[in-house]
């Protein structure tokens, strides 16, 4: 009998976060951290930032921030496009 890992298709996650998240709350964690001195609400909008999106990931498929950022960086012409490609539904 081969042992085989059962757990291939689960998605990579550091504290919980994909990892397009986790370099979202680094990017705010250095925001911060740049322009305040203020260590106490530094730390506490980093968590808070870390937990707000944590809540707001529940129940929705990996790769869904991925996904939403392409969306709203894309342009609307391209969206019409495709959506003319792909045809009556």
Same mark, same amino acid.
């Given at each position: 009998m081969i042992k085989v890992y059962r757990n291939i298709a689960t998605p990579i996650l550091f504290f919980g976060l994909e990892i397009v998240d986790c370099m979202g709350v680094f990017i705010v964690? &250095?925001?911060v951290f740049f322009v305040s001195d203020h260590l106490f609400i530094n730390l506490l909008i980093v968590t808070g930032t870390?937990?707000?999106v944590r809540l707001l990931?529940?129940?929705k498929p990996a790769g869904y921030t &991925? =996904? &939403?950022a392409k969306f709203l960086m894309s342009s609307h012409e391209e =969206?019409? @496009?495709l959506e003319a @490609?792909?045809?009556p539904r």
């Open positions: 964690f &250095l925001g870390y937990f707000s990931k529940k129940g &991925l =996904h &939403l =969206h019409v @496009r @490609r792909r045809g």
